[in-house]
């Protein structure tokens, strides 16, 4: 008796646990979420549905003040300008990010192997990091314009 007992106080302990994980587990996973709701639909197609903008559409490709470029869904602060560089990719491109912005995830679409990245605190896409970047890294974080606000400085 004395066994069962424990055993179901094992038990009973393990899933008391996955009832508490779960929430932690859910809220970790379901980051994306529409925070700013005057988002356009090209901006909701590009940050939730993983489409991207035409190239030398942004204006953000001639950006060269000193600055910060936020996420446009939440707001968080995601690249700074002292990282931006002319690609000529026709998509803002930036050597780094700010520490912890984004979080990464490997895009297998269009036959291709890419690693695409999230913004880190509202899940939305923002683009994709190839390994053909400036020497001082060797990154590109090519982003979608259009997932971006940029804030002069001062
Ligand atoms: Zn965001």
């Known amino acids: ?25 859910l809220l970790y996973s379901a980051t994306k979420k529409i925070i700013n709701p005057d988002l356009t639909e090209e901006q909701k197609k590009i940050m939730f549905e ?50 912890g912005a984004f979080k990464t995830k490997i895009d ?6 890419r690693v695409e990245y999230h913004c ?3 899940g939305a896409h923002h683009g994709h990091i190839f390994d053909d970047g400036p020497k001082s890294t060797q990154k590109r974080f090519c982003n979608n314009g259009l997932c971006l606000i940029f804030k002069p400085e001062n």
């Open 1 to 25: 008796m004395n066994k069962y007992r424990r055993k179901f106080v094992e038990l009973f302990g393990l899933s008391c646990l996955s009832v508490i994980l779960l929430p932690y587990n």
């Open 120 to 122: 880190a605190k509202c």
């Open 108 to 113: 297998t679409s269009f036959g291709m192997k």
């Open 50 to 99: 993983e489409s991207t903008e035409r190239p030398f559409s942004s204006s953000l490709n001639n950006e060269k003040r000193k600055g910060f470029f936020h996420c446009a869904n939440c707001g968080a602060k995601l690249f700074s300008s002292n990282a931006k560089f002319d690609s000529g990719t026709g998509w803002p491109s930036f050597t780094e990010s700010l520490p």
